[in-house]
């Protein structure tokens, strides 16, 4: 007789809990990989929309206007309110960032 398989523990970490503007009917949500560079910035710009994102490796330099700039690391999450006007800039290091506008 074979003895029961090894049971996995699913682990489930919150990055982050995102509190929406306003309610309106979503009819799209799309998950992207960003990679940049090292040293590669976007520039200024603005969503039309909410975005959220995850570091995935690496680390970037994110700023909305009229904010401190912050570096986040791997493993970090960030979230911009739509038409938050900001720029993102790897530090050096390629960086991979997941968003959801």
């Known amino acids: 007789m074979n003895p029961a398989p090894e049971r996995q523990t699913i682990i489930r970490?919150?990055?982050?809990?995102?509190?929406?503007d306003s309610v309106k009917t979503t009819k799209r949500i799309e998950i992207k990989q960003i990679d940049f560079a090292p040293s590669q910035a976007t520039g200024l710009h603005n969503h039309p929309c909410p975005v959220v994102g995850y570091i995935a490796r690496g680390s970037v330099n994110f700023q909305v206007e009229g904010e401190?700039?912050?570096t986040l690391h791997?493993?970090?999450?960030?979230?911009?309110?739509?038409?938050?006007?900001?720029?993102?800039a790897s530090s050096g290091l390629t960086a991979s960032a997941s968003t959801s506008p």
């Open 13 to 20: 970490k919150p990055l982050l809990t995102a509190l929406l």
């Open 68 to 70: 401190p700039p912050k």
């Open 74 to 88: 791997e493993g970090d999450a960030l979230r911009r309110q739509s038409r938050d006007v900001g720029r993102t």
